[in-house]
Every structure is written in structure tokens, then in C-alpha cells.
């Protein structure tokens, strides 16, 4: 049984451990590909998560133009 006390830590917990999850340079990589297609490589981010999702994406493939 959790004490009431308690509740409030808990629940910022589970908040945190949710954020973490979905943090781009953890959720990204994955989904990104492994071989460098030919060609150039141009990376576009657009929106909120834009900086951390192109942050992400650039510590796993090397792109020859970008804008964020």
C-alpha cells in the first residue's frame, strides 16, 4: 500500500520516467537508417521537439546540409 505522503513523489516519477522515454536521442536512432544512401544527405526539423530531434539524428548520420 502506498501512504498518501507518497503519492505526489510517485506520480512526478512516473512523469519522469515518461519523459525519458521519448526523449529524441533515445527514441530516434532506431528508426533512423544504417547505411548512408547515396547522395546527399539534407536534414530538415521543424516544430518544437525540432533542436533535440536534429541534434539526435546528426550524432547518428552525417548530413551535408541542414535546417532546423
Request: glycine fraction near 8%; charge should be negative; aromatic fraction near 4%.
Amino acid at each position: 500500500m502506498i501512504d498518501e505522503g507518497d503519492i505526489p513523489a510517485l506520480l512526478l516519477g512516473l512523469w519522469q520516467v515518461g519523459i525519458d522515454a521519448v526523449q529524441p536521442a533515445r527514441c530516434l536512432p532506431p528508426h533512423l537508417p544504417r547505411d548512408r544512401p547515396a547522395g546527399r544527405q539534407v536534414l530538415f526539423a521543424l516544430g518544437k521537439a525540432a533542436p533535440k530531434m536534429a541534434a539526435a539524428a546528426m550524432d547518428e548520420i552525417e548530413f551535408d546540409a541542414g535546417l532546423v
